[in-house]
């Protein structure tokens, strides 16, 4: 995700033990129905179902006495002083999914930013990631030359919010091993471009305070006034465990990513909610995308034709579609005039806003990690730093530089959230139905 999260975070690990030892909760997965697609025999349901990240699972001692601590590396001195003691110290508990502001309903996914109880406001910021039908491993998705399709209600999502839809090349069983048998049913083993520093990495205590680092590819940042899909790349494959400088702007991931905004990039009738004339205001505003009612959105990842065996079947694009009543709309164009012009991330557009994305190989790298397989996120989020104004405030989008601020939005909008549905990834083509061609319907 493009700048640091704000990080709902704590400690885990040990479910399988505590499990066996009969002491943890026991951890129940809400079903979220997902479907793969071709174009010749369309798209066939998926029994996947989603787990909430690690920090969200209560961490406590094995007689349930003490506390194991965990936030940044700090942890315990007398249960975790090191990766085994954690080990067999301290055990999991499962979940409690409606109290962190998880629904999923069939198809469908609703996250909450605040749970509101006995007239008190608690941020929750939830973050979860899809789980295969056997709900032990994440769900491993291979979209290179292929495209990837969700519907999204953004309506509730004023300025400052971020309702994120992305990929992670995680590790598929959530690094599970003889310290961590808990695994990805737990929600363990984050990472992305952004090389957080949580309290297990890999699956084990992070007692050194390391940055978990991989690849990442933001398929949806957005809000109601604003949205972008940026590509982060990594110079390590999988999961890279970063020190100092490393962890820096300047280090193995490259921070801010080849992104696409099309406010930033000079379109600003293209995307936001459409209002009707009003008595102080007689001009009706309509947006292309209309974000006051559900839609569509496609990410399609196109790769090179050219028979060189150095550049054939490397990614050269990631395009973006959008699909509302029934009809496809065309991503806006760049308008900025200091911008390559295009509708989509290209190399001519990376190597004009990201000069170290290119560095560390661009497209070509995102596609690596594609191939390799990365798994799928869905959060929400404020920023209680930088009011999220690098998304919908400036240059960026039609918000101002405070309304971004997380108080403002717990008082004014509690009921803040996003609803993301329909999640379908496969055959370019498939996943839509664009009115004149076959596929996916």
Known sequence: MLYLRTAVAAAW????RAAAQGIGNSE????????????????????????????????????GTGEC?????????????DHESCAKNCVFDGADYEGSGVKADGSSLTLKM????DGNVTAVSPRVYLLDAQGEDYEVLFVKKGELSFDVDVSKLVCGMNGALYLAEMNKTGARSALNPAGAKYGTGYCDAQ????????????????GACCNEMDLWE????????????????GVFQCTGDECGSLGVCEKSGCAYNTWKLGNQSFYGPNTAPSSSNSNATKFAVDTTRPFTVVTQFFTSDNPSPISFGVLNEVRRLYVQDGVVIENAPVVDPYMPPGDSLRMSHCQASAALFDDLGGLTTTGHALDRGMVLAFSIWNDNKQFMNWLDAGKAGPCTYQEGDPEVIRKKRPDTSVT????RW????????????????
């Not at 957005?222 to 494959?237: D, E, G, I």
């Not at 993301?420 to 999640?423: A, E, G, K, L, Y």
């Open 28 to 63: 129940t997965h809400p079903r979220l129905t997902t479907e793969k697609c071709t174009i010749k025999d369309g798209c066939v349901k998926q029994n996947t179902s989603i787990v909430l990240d690690a920090s969200f699972h209560n961490l406590r001692q094995t007689n």
């Open 420 to 423: 993301f549905s329909n999640i």
């Open 13 to 16: 690990l040990l479910a399988g």
């Open 69 to 81: 601590g965990g936030y940044r590396g700090k942890f315990s001195k007398e249960l975790c002083p």
């Open 114 to 117: 605040y749970n509101e109880q």
């Open 426 to 441: 496969g055959e370019l083509g498939s996943t839509y139905s664009n009115g004149t061609t076959g596929g996916s319907k």
């Open 222 to 237: 957005a809000n109601s006034l604003a949205s972008t899909f940026t590509a982060h790349v990594c110079a390590q494959p």
């Open 195 to 210: 090389c957080p520093v949580l309290p297990f990495i890999d699956g084990v205590a992070n007692i050194d305070s390391k």
